[in-house]
């Protein structure tokens, strides 16, 4: 009996030293790998924000944020920079990419303000809202003017040349920041149209570099309200 046990003992354990081999021997033909293995295309994973305003968009500008593409760009880094009240921010990880998609409603008036752009001298309206924008307790009225002219549709500031500067410096920005394999300053705006009180806002990213983009000057809701109309600007570009 006791021979027996052992030579069944003996029996089991080859059999499962065939079977362990079996299992870690590669099969024959076709094989079933990781379907990983063998990608012939980029499959890192990047974090960043495709949506990011800074206070050239009047809607933040003009409600407390001071910091324009510089210290934007700065903060998707990882640097460290005082914010608009006052404290200290970080990220805990920067950011691989990063869109400065500010509005392009007049991009760039409440830094003008702050800033007093010649341009806004030349109009009844840019020496009106630079006054309430800059007298404590009327700031409200500066705003309401903004949202105002955007209701009606016409840009009092169309001709002077204030959106191109601050375009051509978010640019210089992104010019400035962008560091191939590190660190992506996409250029960017956003084009905000408000038909009857429903968001239709869409970011425009551009693939080039400042010299292309600026070529143009952002299209905005002043000159169409129309997606359409969009499609065929960037289809032009």
Known sequence: MKNLFITFLISLLVAFSVTAFAQDTPPVGKSHYSPNVGDTFPNNVFFGDTHLHTSY???????????GPE???RISRGEAVKASFGEWVQLKRPLDFVVIADHAEILGLAPAIKEGAPQLQKTEWGKKISKHATTPGEEPKAFDMFVSSLTEGKNPLAGFGLVKSYWEKSTAAAEKFNEPGKFTALIGF???SVPGGNNLHRNVIFRGDKSKADQIVPLSSYDTVDPEELWAWMADY
């Open 57 to 67: 968009s009047t809607d933040a500008g003009m409600v407390g944020n001071n910091l």
């Open 71 to 73: 210290e934007a760009y």
């Open 190 to 192: 956003e084009w905000t």
